[in-house]
């Protein structure tokens, strides 16, 4: 079983830049493929980013241009570097496993293990 543990949520003005850590434990977490979601109040989860175990990395387009997605692989960890926030960036951010590896990797289902979340709040 993979584990996931997110952090370095906040409160942030718009602008403003935040990296979000998600930290793997457990079997396999080398070789899966992680990702990022984020939900925020009254919709649904919604795909960010994607980095696979090649360091390929995939990205919603609200995502490209100011979030970069890497992973260090000896820390068992991924990382969401997010500049220029924006209010509408205000949301609760999962980091999920896809252990099958299987494509595509901006879908919830695909996902089979989940942390529990951590909130980014961007004033404007």
């Known amino acids: 079983q993979v584990r996931l543990t997110e952090s370095g949520g906040g409160l942030v003005q718009a602008g403003d830049s935040l990296r979000l850590s998600c930290t793997i434990s457990?079997?396999?977490?080398?070789?899966?493929?992680i990702g990022w979601f984020r939900q925020a109040p009254g919709k649904e989860r919604e795909f960010v980013a994607a980095v696979t175990w090649t360091e390929s990395t995939y990205y919603a387009n609200s995502a490209m241009g100011r979030f970069t997605i890497s992973r260090d692989n000896a820390k068992s960890t991924v990382s969401l570097q997010m500049n220029n926030l924006k209010a509408e960036d205000t949301a609760i951010y999962y980091c999920?496993?896809?252990?099958?590896?299987?494509?595509?990797?901006?879908?919830?289902?695909?996902?089979?293990?989940w942390g529990q979340g951590t909130q980014v709040t961007v004033s404007s």
């Open positions: 457990g079997r396999t977490s080398s070789s899966a493929v």
């Open positions: 999920a496993a896809d252990r099958s590896r299987s494509p595509p990797w901006n879908i919830e289902a695909e996902y089979d293990s």
